[in-house]
């Protein structure tokens, strides 16, 4: 079945470093991937999105390219605000038509000043 | 501005008492999405309605349903919450892709309403 791998948390940067975090997926086919990140108390929001191979989505400075060769869809940032503290989510789309997603088990960020 | 609902966002309850939560939505999207999220972990998709086509989760318990009576409105009844269904709920909506002949639509999710069952 669909699967997400995402990198164990929790993460802590100071402002302005550099942000990785990896995502790999498992599926059959041409899944969407999307990241999603939760602030504190709050539901999820989708920070980007691609559909298809080599389609980078990009958001409020966030990055991420849908790799098909690695299966990975990793978060980068080049420079963390301490704003951008939150849980990070891959998720992929499944195919279906209903578009569930299945999550990966999220990536806590704190992004100290 | 469109978006989705969830009241209330703080829910007490007591342990074998039924519970409601409720969801709507201004976005006119024909999917809707329960999900129950506890500490720390990843949401975990509990039941969608497809319009009016409910779609249960194969290790959803029997103790959750679902009522979505118009397109805006989705209600999770609890029937007898325990103290493991103590979580946050989130309501997620959708356009489907069958629908709009695209991949990768955004589900729009609610605040949640965090349950705590005494």
């Known amino acids: 079945g669909n699967s997400v791998t995402q990198m164990e948390g929790p993460v802590t940067l100071s402002e302005e470093a550099f942000l990785t975090i990896n995502c790999t997926y498992t599926?059959?086919?041409?899944?969407?991937l999307f990241w999603y990140v939760q602030y504190p108390g709050e539901g999820l929001q989708l920070l980007l999105k691609a559909t298809k191979a080599d389609d980078k989505g990009s958001n409020k400075g966030f990055e991420a390219t849908y790799r098909k060769e690695t299966t990975s869809f990793h978060l980068e940032k080049g420079s963390v605000q301490v704003s951008d503290s939150a849980v990070y989510f891959c998720?992929?789309?499944?195919?279906?038509?209903?578009?569930?997603?299945?999550f990966g088990k999220g990536t806590k960020l704190t992004v100290n000043p | 501005d469109a978006m989705v609902i969830q009241n209330p966002r703080y829910q007490v309850t007591q342990f074998g008492k039924p519970v409601t939560l409720s969801c709507s939505q201004t976005l006119n999207h024909n999917v809707m999405y329960w999900y129950q999220q506890k500490s720390s972990q990843a949401p975990k998709l509990l039941f969608h309605?497809?319009?009016?086509?409910?779609?249960n989760e194969a290790d959803t318990p029997d103790n959750f349903q679902s009522r979505r009576p118009n397109t805006s409105f989705c209600f999770l009844d609890i029937r007898s919450p325990g103290l493991g269904d103590a979580a946050m709920y989130l309501c997620?909506?959708?356009?489907?892709?069958?629908?709009?002949?695209?991949?990768?639509?955004?589900?729009?999710f609610g605040p949640g309403t965090r349950l705590l069952v005494l």
């Open positions: 997620a909506t959708s356009r489907a892709g069958r629908t709009s002949g695209r991949k990768g639509e955004t589900q729009y």
């Open positions: 998720a992929l789309g499944d195919q279906g038509g209903s578009e569930k997603l299945v």
């Open positions: 599926a059959t086919g041409y899944p969407s």
């Open positions: 309605y497809y319009d009016k086509d409910f779609n």
